[in-house]
């Protein structure tokens, strides 16, 4: 059994122009009061930890459902932080099934690895035809910049879009030849993941813009900030980054995504005003 779980369950509908929340929590993770600053066919939530951080043993269980025609944001109001376990691992686990041309914009702040921790995220979405998803995942292993890097223990990503998409790997600290070669991570220290994914097959046209506009953005990206992009199935459209620090990284997928946004939604760009406190 878990040390200590926490579950939310959120179930978005699409109500007279409305996207209209209803949740149910167990355990201290919950969400707060629904925000509706685009008007109301789009619900922006932030979800809230207050221990804010897993140790080992610790379960964190999110499960969304967007029924057809809600969108939904979702973002967090900091990091998940992963601290050191002596043998139980801490686990994170969210899966989101999109109805028939809903939306969702999964925008988390970033996992943080701590040194000698034993973590899992994973992330696993299921989308109906015409539904459309904008996600995107950071990992951070170990505070170098506070002295304390990432020397002991695992960290365990698996990021999935059902019947399209698996990223899965595991960054162990023993694992030199991944964290430092030039086919690893680097020595980089920040890994992060973006995607723009659809229920149907993107028309060419909208899939060769989703990948210029993403190139546009990494254009501004610094030297050490190693990023790419590509399109592995028609459906899909994928941006990778390597970094020494999370913010680059963040810097450019925010890029990226008011891009997305405003180019191939018809959306506003700005930002969830939490971002900016």
Request: glycine share 6%; hydrophobic share 40%.
């Amino acid at each position: 059994m878990p040390k200590s779980l926490a579950s939310l369950k959120l179930n978005y509908s699409f109500e007279e122009g409305s996207t209209v929340l209803r949740h149910e929590h167990s355990g201290p993770l919950r969400v707060l009061k629904s925000l509706y600053p685009e008007g109301k066919h789009i619900c922006h939530n932030i979800l809230i930890h207050p221990p804010s951080g897993l140790v080992g043993g610790d379960l964190l269980d999110i499960q969304i459902q967007l029924r057809a025609g809600a969108h939904a944001l979702i973002t967090t109001p900091g990091a998940a932080r992963f601290f050191a376990s002596q043998t139980l691992p801490a686990k994170q686990q969210t899966v989101a099934q999109l109805g028939a041309q809903s939306r969702l914009e999964w925008l988390p702040m970033e996992s943080l690895a701590y040194d000698a921790c034993l973590g899992l995220n994973e992330t696993i979405f299921e989308l109906a035809p015409e539904s459309l998803l904008m996600a995107w995942d950071l990992v951070s292993l170990g505070l170098p910049h506070a002295n304390l890097p990432f020397r002991q223990g695992r960290f365990f990503q698996h990021l999935e879009i059902k019947g399209l998409w698996l990223d899965k790997g595991v960054m162990d600290a023993s694992d030199q030849r991944l964290l430092t070669s030039p086919l690893g991570l680097q020595g980089k220290t920040c890994l992060a993941s973006m995607v723009l994914a659809s229920g149907s097959k993107f028309e060419r046209p909208q899939k060769d813009q989703a990948v210029e506009l993403a190139r546009q953005a990494c254009e501004e990206a610094p030297p050490s900030l190693k990023i790419g992009v590509s399109s592995p199935h028609e459906r899909l459209v994928v941006v990778r980054a390597l970094s020494d620090q999370v913010e680059p990284c963040m810097r450019v997928f925010q890029k990226i995504r008011a891009a997305w946004r405003q180019e191939l939604w018809g959306q506003q760009s700005s930002a969830p005003r939490i971002w900016n406190t």
